[in-house]
Every structure is written in C-alpha cells, then in structure tokens.
DNA sequence: TGCCAGGCCCTCTTTAGGGCCTT
C-alpha cells in the first residue's frame, strides 16, 4: 500500500455572485490509500484546509482548491479567485506530478457509479458522499465547523472542503482536533459565505434536469437535519431535486442478514469489517467521507442493492419536516 | 427552576423505555 503522494487540486468554480466573502483560504492534500477485501486496490484523495488567512471585506483574492482525479487531466493548472465586490472570479493553475495522477485515475468508489453509467434510467443521478464536523451535537444551538463532499463519478473538482467559521467557541476541539483558533478567525468563510459556494458547486456536478443523492452516516438524524437548519437560517431553500440516503440503516440491515461479524453500526466498524485504514485523523470531514465512500460501494454489493434501490432508500427534506410534524401531533 | 438532541430500532414493547448513532 502505498500513501503519502500529494495531489494538488482545485475547486473550479464559474462565475457566480456573492453577497459578502471576506475570506481567504487554502488547502493541502494528503492521499489515502487501502485495499477492500476482494483485492481491488483503492486509492482515495483527501483534503485538508490549513493556513487560513485573512481577507479583506469588498476586494479580496483567495485560493480555493479541490482535488483533481480527472482522466487525462496531465496539464497543470492552479487556481487564483479573485473577489471584487460580489462577483467571483476564477482562474486557474495547478501543479500536478503526472505520475500520481496516472495513479489517481486508478480510483473506483463505487460499482454504483457504473451502473449510473450504463443505465439511461439512472444515468440523470449524481451521488455525492458527504460529512459535517460540528460543535456538539445539537442541530438548534450548535454550529458547523468543518464540511467534506466527494461526488463519486470522479474527475476534476470531485471533492469540496472547508472549514467553516461558526463564530462561536469550539467545546469540543477534542473530538475531530478543529480548534476554536483554526475557525474563528477573518480568513475562514461563514456559513452564510459558504452556502452560495457549495450550493454553485453542487449545481457544478448536477447532470441536466438530474437529481443529486447525498450520503452521509446517520444523516437522517443528524448531518442532514444540520444542513437544513443552517440553510434555513440564512432563509435558503433546500433545492427540490435534492434527495439523501442514510447508510446506517443499511448497516443495520447487513446485521439483520446475518453472515457478518459487524457488531455494531458505526461508522468505525464499518471500517473495520472492511479493512478501511484512516490515514489522518478519524472524525475529520474529508477521512470519514473518504472512507464512506468505500462503505457504501462495499455496502449495496453485500446488501445486493443497486442504484435504483438506493433511491428508493433515500428521503427529501420534507420526509424529515413530516416525520417531525407526526410526531408532534 | 428548568433545560440539556433527536430519530430509529429492539424488546423484558406497543398507553414504554433504553440503547445506538452522529459531533
């Protein structure tokens, strides 16, 4: 198993309008690898955002990076945002060592994303893993520090990752290594900064007229009840052709099959009945997604499910609105 | 003084309670 390549990568955001970003960030990259059990060799992306620093309200530049795993994508590029009063605009160059992005293309997550390929049905769909870091637990008063996608179809700009500056202290540091130092400060985005950014990146990866499938562990309960509290807070809708799938009830369903020594449902025995290794900090947005993102190809091959059965699976904002309201009454 | 997350699942249950999962 081989790590430690680094993958420069970048976020190619088009054009688009901004209320107020005053930010200004960066990202490194390390690479994860490991190797499923049926000997298909796997190697992941991941990204990590450091050296944040500080902007200036109305006229700024920042970098902003994604991780490239595009086929063929052998030029280098980089990446140089430039904000001038609300409008984005991106150019790019990226230095990418040829040899590890021949080996990137070696990338499969998921069978998933074959059948999405072959299937003209299905072929509108675009599932993206994701993960939240937050302050603590509670959707109402705790606040989202750290936010990771992977869009499985691969290519450049697959993966989005940020931190995020929830403007209050960080209680819990000692869970996922976020400080309340690394978050608050001028060069880190607010939700209300990043949310026009990730909603233009999503669209990025839609395919036309298509539906976007988010996944997450235990999102029903947690990551996705986070996500729409935090949009709704700065009055954004959530848009209609987003659908999400929770890959703990799948997990569960694997125990109630029998045949598998997983014992308990978390994401961390998951990894652990796969042979998943972390390579950085567990409970980091972008390890746990990459690591997800083996999960679930590994999941619905032993569960058998296929595609259409994933969305068959997955809920919409309202499902969670109309759970919540039944139980009230 | 009162609140402290919340939804799902299991069972010694169903007019309930407790454990698990996420940070």
């Known amino acids: 198993m081989?790590?430690?390549?680094?993958?420069f990568s970048l976020l190619h955001v088009p054009r688009f309008r901004i209320q107020s970003l005053a930010n200004c960030w960066g990202e490194t990259f390390h690479s994860f690898s490991t190797t499923c059990g049926n000997n298909?060799?796997?190697?992941?992306?991941?990204?990590?955002?450091?050296?944040?620093?500080?902007g200036q309200r109305k006229k700024w530049t920042r970098p902003i990076t994604t991780n490239i795993e595009g086929k063929g994508s052998t030029k280098s590029k980089s990446i140089k945002h430039e904000i001038l009063s609300e409008t984005i605009l991106a150019n790019a160059t990226v230095?990418?060592?040829k040899t590890q992005l021949d080996k990137s293309q070696e990338i499969q997550y998921c069978d998933i994303q074959q059948e999405i390929a072959e299937n003209k049905d299905l072929s509108s769909y675009?599932?993206?893993?994701?993960?939240i870091e937050t302050t603590g637990f509670s959707r109402e008063n705790e606040r989202i520090i750290e936010i990771a996608l992977r869009d499985l179809q691969g290519g450049e700009n697959s993966t989005f990752q940020t931190l995020v500056n929830p403007q209050c202290k960080v209680p819990n540091s000692h869970i996922h290594?976020?400080?309340?130092?690394?978050?608050?400060?001028?060069?880190?985005p607010r939700m209300e900064d990043l949310i026009p950014i990730l909603l233009q990146y999503v669209r990025s990866r839609e395919k036309p007229g298509g539906d976007v499938i988010f996944v997450a562990h235990n999102a029903r309960c947690f990551d996705v009840p986070f996500i729409i509290n935090e949009l709704r807070r700065y009055s954004v809708e959530i848009p209609p052709n987003w659908l999400f799938l929770d890959t703990l009830p799948l997990a569960r369903e694997l125990i109630k099959s029998g045949g598998t020594t997983l014992s308990s449902t978390s994401l961390a025995a998951l990894r652990d009945l796969y042979g998943i290794k972390?390579?950085?900090?567990?409970?980091?947005?972008m390890v746990d997604v990459n690591a997800l993102s083996l999960i679930l190809?590994?999941?619905?091959?032993?569960?058998?499910?296929t595609l259409s059965d994933l969305v068959k699976k997955s809920f919409t904002e309202s499902d969670i609105i109309n759970s919540k309201n039944k139980k009230k009454n």
């Open 177 to 188: 290594g976020i400080t309340t130092h690394m978050v608050n400060k001028p060069g880190v």
């Open 297 to 305: 190809s590994r999941l619905t091959s032993d569960l058998k499910l």
């Open 95 to 97: 230095n990418v060592n």
């Open 126 to 131: 675009t599932v993206i893993v994701f993960d």
């Open 278 to 285: 972390v390579d950085g900090s567990a409970h980091r947005a």
């Open 2 to 7: 081989k790590t430690g390549s680094m993958i």
């Open 40 to 54: 298909s060799n796997v190697r992941l992306l991941g990204s990590r955002i450091y050296g944040l620093q500080g």
